[in-house]
């Protein structure tokens, strides 16, 4: 299993709950998390199927952003 992380503009709950569908239905339930107390908003997903652009694709989707940490 992979885990990779991003940069997001991801802020509040609200904003989880709109990214939780996209999310969920890409990389499943349990397997990703937003460190909402992070200046840098870090979405952490954990997958052995998405690959970095498939993760950030679906953020965008939702209409959110996200860059690729080292």
């Known amino acids: 299993m992979e885990t990779?992380?991003?940069k997001t503009n991801i802020?509040?709950?609200?904003?989880i709950a709109t990214v939780t569908p996209f999310l969920d239905?890409?990389?499943g339930k349990e397997?990703?998390?937003?460190?909402?107390?992070?200046?840098?908003?870090?979405?952490?997903v954990s997958t052995e199927k998405?690959?970095?652009e498939d993760i950030k694709k679906a953020v965008e989707k939702a209409?959110?952003?996200a860059e690729t940490l080292a």
Do not use: H, M, R
């Not at 802020?11 to 904003?15: L, P, R």
């Not at 460190?35 to 908003?41: A, G, T």
């Open 4 to 6: 990779v992380q991003f």
């Open 11 to 15: 802020k509040c709950s609200g904003c």
């Open 25 to 27: 239905e890409l990389a």
């Open 31 to 44: 397997n990703w998390e937003v460190d909402l107390q992070s200046p840098d908003k870090v979405l952490t």
């Open 50 to 52: 998405a690959g970095k």
């Open 63 to 65: 209409g959110y952003k």
